[in-house]
């Protein structure tokens, strides 16, 4: 169980890496500035994902919740999204609206990680 961490754990972070350099070489070349940091975005998406990969391995072991772990799967992904949003209230919600490449910049990292976070919990959820 511990190795299968470890594995997902490199995967999610080797990932959110190579998007954020490639995410943030984009921006750089067509000089577009963000009024938010990349960096915290992509941060907060893979420490999220990790937490919610720690506690779907962990709740597997428990017979009465792991045949639920769909729906608190769900419940997670409803609760990441109200959490981003405080998060990112001010470059979310500002008088100014985004430009669409900030706005995409912001729905990219979320699309990435729900995915990924997705093949994961599928294949964590077949395993059981």
């Not at 999610?12 to 975005?41: D, G, T």
């Amino acid at each position: 169980m511990i190795k299968n961490f470890i594995i997902k754990a490199i995967l999610f972070v080797v990932l959110s890496f190579l998007c954020f350099f490639l995410h943030n070489f984009i921006l750089e070349y067509y000089q577009i500035v963000l009024p938010f940091s990349l960096k915290k975005v992509y941060f907060f998406h893979v420490s999220f994902s990790l937490l919610i990969l720690v506690n779907f391995l962990l709740l597997l072991t428990v017979d009465k919740i792991s045949e639920r772990l769909g729906f608190i799967y769900l419940g997670l992904i409803f609760f990441k999204l109200m959490l981003f949003t405080a998060a990112f209230n001010k470059s979310l919600l500002s008088e100014e609206s985004l430009l669409f490449s900030s706005k995409i910049s912001l729905l990219l990292p979320t699309i990435i990680f729900l995915l990924t976070e997705a093949v994961f919990v599928i294949k964590i959820l077949k395993r059981k």
